[in-house]
C-alpha cells in the first residue's frame, strides 16, 4: 500500500489564502508556539498561570527557562514576514486575533493588504464617526452578512475605552499580537503611557497566547517590554537581525542641505527621506522640489489630515521614481517593497530606530542602501542631553556614523546580536555584507568634513580679506559652477556658507575681527592662542575649487565638488 501523504495543514493555509509557498524557521517556530497555546488555552482563558496548564500540556508549553511559549517576545529582522505569524494562526483560531499597532498609517496599510488577502479586518482607531464605529461592530461580530472578523486592529488608545475593549472581549479573542513592540519601551515612558497600559489589557482580555513583534530591541528594550506586557517574563524567539542586502553609509557633512539634494539626486528610488520633525518634512520636501526641479517629491507626517495621508500614501505606494519626505509616522511597518534608497536627514533617537527605518529599503530581497547624514550640530545636541540612559543609547548612532568600526557591526552589537559580540560572551563575528567603512570609501574617522574644509581652506587662503558675507558669496559662486559642470544642478546657497562660518566661530575656530585694519573681515584663529586643527582629506576638487577664487580653472579640470578622487560620491 502507498504511504498516505498528510499535507501540513499551516503550510497549506499559508499557500492557499497568502500564496506564500515556503515558510522560514522562524516563523514556523513563533506559529508552532502560538498553536499550542491555543490549544491548551482551549478550556483555560488565560496561560498566565501554570496551574490552568494540564499536566500533559506543560512540558511543551514551557521553555528551558520556566517561560510560557505562549509569552513571547519575537524579535526579527524587517521584511522577515512577522505579519505571517499572526495571520496563519488566526485561521485556526476559535476566536479572532487582536493585532495592536503603533501608528495610525501602519494601521490603514495592513489593513489594506488584510483586505486584499481576503480576511476583512475590523479596524478601531480615534475619529472615527458613530455610524463607522458601529460598521466595524459589525464586521467584528459578523453582523453584517459575513463571518465574524478573524482579525481586529487597534492601537493602544482605542482600547483604553471601556466600550471598545468590552466588545472586543466579549468575542473571547484567542490571541494578542503587538506589533512593534519596541514603543512599549521608547513610547509608553514618554509620550504614550497608554502603553503601559497594555498589561492590564492583556489580563482583561484573557487570550491564551499574546506575542510582541519587533525588529529592532536592545537587551534593555527586550527586558522593559517583559515587564510591561508579561510581568517580566517572557519566551524571545530571536532571528537574524542582519539584513545583508542594505548597505549603510553615513554622509560627514555641514551643510546637511546641499548634501541631501546631492544625495537624493545620485542615488536610486523610490526614496524615503526620514526628517525630525513634522515641519522639517514639508521644508525639506519644498527644498528638493526647488533644487532639483523636480515634482515626484511629497512629505508625509502624522499632522495630515486622514484623507491626505490616504493619498499621499496610495501616491507612494504606485509610483517608482518617488521621494517621501517623511517622520517617523511612516516608518515602522509600512510596505512598499522596492524602496532602493533610505536617507536620515535628522539621525533618530536610538539605534533601534534607525536600523528599523533604514529597514524600509529593500524589503523586495533587492539591494538597497541606507544613508546617514551626520554633523557637528547632531554630536552637540548629544552633549547637551540630560537624560543619561537616553544618551548613552544615542551615542551609539554618533559611533555609528563617525567612527572607523564596521558600521552594520556597531549597530547590531547595539541590538544584542550574539554575532556581532552584543551578548558580551564573544564567538563567531558577522561578516560585514556592505558597509563604506568596509567596502574603503567611508571619509577617515576625526577628519574635518569635506564641505567644512573648503570654508577653512578658504579662510586659511584669503585670511582678514574677506567679510562673512562676501566670503560665503565667493564660495557660493564657485561650489555651484562646479556643481553644474557635474550634475547640471546648484546645489548651494550663500546662507549655508555663513551658517558654516557662524559655526566655526562659535567652535572658536574662526573668527571676525574687530578692529582695524581687519574690522568685520574673517580669519583664522591664532594658533599660538588655539590649535587649529586642519586635517585635510585627499585631495581632490576641493583644492581646485580653492584655487580657483585667485586662478579660474579651465574647463577640461574636474568638476566634481566634494567626492574625492574615486571617493563614494554620497560624501559632502
Known amino acids: 500500500m502507498e504511504p498516505v501523504h498528510i499535507e501540513d495543514p499551516v503550510v497549506l493555509a499559508a ?3 497568502f500564496h506564500i509557498s515556503y515558510l522560514y524557521p522562524w516563523q514556523r517556530l513563533v506559529i508552532a508556539n502560538i498553536l499550542d497555546a491555543l490549544a491548551a488555552g482551549e478550556h483555560a482563558r488565560s496561560c498566565s498561570r501554570p496551574g490552568n496548564v494540564s499536566p500533559d500540556a506543560e512540558e511543551e508549553l514551557f521553555d528551558e527557562d520556566g517561560c510560557l511559549r505562549g509569552r513571547q517576545i519575537i524579535l526579527l529582522p524587517t521584511g522577515a514576514g512577522k505579519s505571517l505569524c499572526f495571520q496563519i494562526p488566526a485561521l485556526f483560531a476559535a476566536g479572532p486575533t487582536l493585532v495592536i499597532y503603533p501608528l495610525l498609517a501602519l494601521m490603514g496599510d495592513q489593513k489594506r493588504r488584510m483586505d486584499e488577502g481576503g480576511l476583512e479586518p475590523a479596524l478601531f482607531r480615534g475619529e472615527q464617526s458613530a455610524e463607522e464605529r458601529e460598521a466595524q461592530y459589525r464586521r467584528l461580530e459578523g453582523r453584517d452578512g459575513k463571518p465574524p472578523a478573524r482579525l481586529v486592529i487597534a492601537n493602544p488608545e482605542v482600547l483604553a475605552g471601556e466600550k471598545v475593549l468590552s466588545r472586543i472581549a466579549a468575542m473571547k479573542p484567542a490571541h494578542i499580537a503587538i506589533d512593534e513592540a519596541h514603543c512599549v519601551s521608547e513610547w509608553g515612558d514618554t509620550f504614550r503611557p497608554s502603553y503601559l497600559e497594555l498589561g492590564r489589557i492583556i489580563d482583561r482580555l484573557g487570550a491564551p497566547a499574546v506575542s510582541a513583534f519587533t525588529a529592532t530591541a536592545s537587551p534593555p528594550v527586550l527586558e522593559r517590554i517583559a515587564e510591561v506586557l508579561f510581568g517580566g517574563r ?3 524567539v530571536r532571528g537574524e537581525a542582519d539584513r545583508p542586502n542594505i548597505r549603510y553609509e553615513a554622509v560627514s557633512c555641514r551643510m546637511k542641505e546641499a548634501a541631501l539634494a546631492r544625495t537624493v539626486h545620485r542615488s536610486a528610488r523610490p526614496l524615503v527621506v526620514f526628517c525630525a520633525t513634522r515641519g522639517g518634512t514639508e521644508r ?12 515626484d517629491i511629497r512629505f508625509y507626517h502624522a499632522g495630515l489630515q486622514k484623507e491626505e495621508k490616504i493619498e499621499v500614501e496610495a501616491w507612494f505606494h504606485g509610483h517608482d521614481r518617488a521621494v517621501l519626505c517623511t517622520t517617523c509616522a511612516w516608518g515602522m511597518g509600512v510596505d512598499k517593497k522596492n524602496v532602493r534608497t533610505v536617507i536620515h536627514r535628522d539621525p533618530p533617537p536610538t539605534a533601534e530606530a534607525y536600523i528599523q ?11 538597497a542602501r541606507a544613508v546617514l547624514l551626520w554633523s557637528p550640530s547632531d554630536s552637540a545636541r548629544i552633549r547637551r542631553m540630560k537624560d543619561g540612559a537616553a544618551k548613552e543609547r544615542a551615542k551609539v548612532l554618533e559611533k555609528a556614523a563617525s567612527g572607523a568600526e564596521c558600521r552594520r557591526l556597531v549597530l547590531l552589537k547595539a541590538l544584542g546580536d550574539p554575532r556581532a559580540g552584543g551578548d558580551g560572551k564573544g564567538g563567531e563575528t558577522l561578516a560585514c555584507s556592505g558597509c563604506d567603512v568596509c567596502g574603503g570609501t567611508a571619509a577617515p574617522p576625526g577628519k574635518e568634513s569635506e564641505d567644512g574644509q573648503i570654508v577653512l581652506d578658504f579662510i586659511r587662503k584669503n585670511g582678514k580679506a574677506y567679510s562673512a ?10 561650489a555651484n559652477r562646479a556643481s553644474r559642470l557635474k550634475d547640471g544642478i546648484e ?3 550663500r546662507g549655508y556658507f555663513i551658517s558654516a ?12 575681527y574687530q578692529y582695524w585694519p581687519w574690522k568685520d573681515r574673517i580669519g583664522a584663529v591664532n594658533p599660538r592662542h588655539r590649535r587649529l586643527l586642519l586635517r585635510r582629506p585627499h585631495r581632490n576638487f576641493f583644492s581646485c575649487l ?6 579660474r580653472p579651465s574647463p577640461d579640470e574636474d568638476g566634481e565638488v566634494f567626492s574625492g578622487s574615486g571617493r563614494s560620491s554620497s560624501r559632502c
Open 501 to 512: 562660518l557662524t559655526e566655526f566661530e562659535k567652535e572658536g575656530t574662526l573668527t571676525t
Open 546 to 551: 580653492l584655487s580657483s577664487v585667485r586662478r
Open 491 to 493: 546645489y548651494w546657497a
Open 284 to 295: 525639506t520636501a519644498r527644498l528638493l522640489r526647488s533644487v532639483l526641479g523636480d515634482q
Open 234 to 236: 517572557a519566551h524571545l
Open 15 to 17: 499557500r492557499n489564502t
Open 357 to 367: 527605518e533604514a529597514g524600509r529599503g529593500g524589503r523586495d530581497g533587492g539591494q
Open 469 to 478: 558675507t562676501e566670503a560665503a558669496g565667493m564660495l557660493e559662486n564657485e
